[in-house]
């Protein structure tokens, strides 16, 4: 697959020019501006028995419950740890069962980057921590790259299941 090749996409929040940069599970992650509803300072979660692994647990939100998410976790990562930075990205999430509004674990935020669709490359099929089918694409930032979530198909539930969106790895391999 050549990832120079601009990405192709029918999700519209994939096609903005805005988009919030943070550092989770030692990556740089983009997510579209219009996806994101606030950012909060890091609050103690409460759990709750019986939710899949990646949920770390709710927290209340102005009198509404928001399951909180740990990005390390739902793509097979070790759980991320809560420093001095970390905080919660509240965003805005479809899925064919419902509207969904979820907070995300930000190790750090950055800033709000602008990524024409031009200035974002088709993910390459391997060597990324997670499913190229949760990235609208490649962000070009500078010398590197930010990871650009289909917020969508993160959270989507029932099309993906409980299971953590990581790379398989070969087998016998740790």
Same mark, same amino acid.
């Given at each position: 697959?050549d ?5 192709? +996409?029918?999700?519209?929040?994939? +096609? ?5 940069? =943070? ?5 740089? =992650? #983009?997510? #579209? /501006?219009?996806? $994101? ?8 979660? +409460? &759990?709750?028995? *019986? ?11 102005? *009198?509404?419950? %928001?399951?909180i ?10 759980e ?5 930075r970390?905080?919660? $990205? ?9 509207d969904?509004?979820?907070g /995300? %674990? ?5 800033? /709000? ?5 031009? #200035? ?5 099929? =391997?060597?990324?921590p997670i ?5 609208? *694409? ?6 590197? =790259?930010a ?7 993160v ?5 993906l ?7 398989p &790895?070969?087998?016998?391999? #740790?």
């Open positions: 697959m990832t120079e090749t601009p990405m192709q +996409t029918s999700d519209p929040s994939c +096609t903005t020019s805005q988009y919030l940069s =943070f550092r989770a599970c030692g990556e740089v =992650f #983009a997510i #579209a /501006v219009l996806r $994101v509803r606030e950012i909060i300072e890091y609050r103690p979660v +409460t &759990r709750v028995p *019986g939710t899949v692994g990646w949920i770390r647990g709710v927290i209340n939100l102005r *009198g509404k419950v %928001i399951p998410v740990d990005l390390a976790l739902r793509f097979g990562l070790a991320s740890e809560v420093g001095k970390t905080c919660i $990205v509240i965003v805005d999430a479809v899925t064919d069962a419902s969904l509004v979820v /995300v %674990i930000a190790d750090s935020v950055s800033e /709000v980057i602008e990524l024409e669709p031009a #200035a974002i490359s088709q993910p390459p099929t =391997f060597g990324t499913s190229a089918e949760v990235l609208c *694409g490649l962000g070009r930032l500078g010398s590197g =790259f990871l650009v979530l289909d917020v969508d198909r959270f989507a539930c029932g099309e299941g409980s299971q953590p969106l990581g790379v &790895r070969a087998a016998g391999h #740790a």
